[in-house]
């Protein structure tokens, strides 16, 4: 029996040296680790391979429930796979151990209460975004390119993918300049 600890934070700027350190006071004989967004499972490959590594009788650790997903449904998608392996699940500092009645139980109540925290948030910064929109606060990523030199150099007879080059944009958008000028003119 093995105890393998999860770690996971959303961004590489982040640092998961907390988590280890709790993991491996908790007896975490391998850990995997993730530098990826919680809210899907796309791109936590270090995950995938934890699971695939435990064995029945382990035990895969982690610090909190939101640190293994940010969804009911993934959540409940892991510890069946976990389940289906004879893998137990713990959580360290929400005192959550899936072999028990009382530990799934809590295990789901948590669950449902991180992914409602999730789209909550989303629900907020929706409606920050229409309020700023709504007093003209809110005008979308500032203009960072330069119109007037790109109309120049095609008008001095570069081709639209040289200025595109040159000025380090798509050449969707030296077409767009040109349809813009000539809607305005």
Do not use: C, W
Request: cysteine-free; hydrophobic content about 40%.
């Amino acid at each position: 029996m093995m105890k393998i600890g999860y770690a996971r934070v959303s961004t590489t700027g982040q640092n998961e040296a907390a988590q280890v350190d709790i993991l491996s006071r908790h007896g975490a004989e391998e850990l995997f680790i993730d530098k990826a967004s919680g809210t899907s499972r796309e791109g936590r490959d270090k995950l995938a391979e934890a699971i695939r590594f435990a064995r029945k009788g382990d035990t895969l650790m982690v610090t909190r429930l939101d640190r293994l997903a940010r969804s009911v449904s993934d959540l409940h998608a892991i510890t069946q796979e976990l389940q289906a392996k004879g893998v137990d699940l713990v959580v360290t500092e929400q005192h959550i151990d899936t072999s028990t009645p009382t530990g799934r139980l809590m295990f789901t109540m948590l669950g449902a209460i991180a992914e409602f925290e999730t789209d909550l948030r989303k629900e907020r910064q929706l409606e920050g975004i229409a309020k700023a929109k709504e007093e003209g606060r809110y005008k979308g990523r500032p203009v960072t390119v330069d119109s007037e030199a790109i109309l120049a150099a095609l008008a001095a007879g570069e081709k639209p993918i040289a200025v595109a080059k040159r000025f380090n944009v798509a050449r969707s958008t030296v077409y767009r300049v040109v349809e813009q000028t000539h809607k305005s003119a």
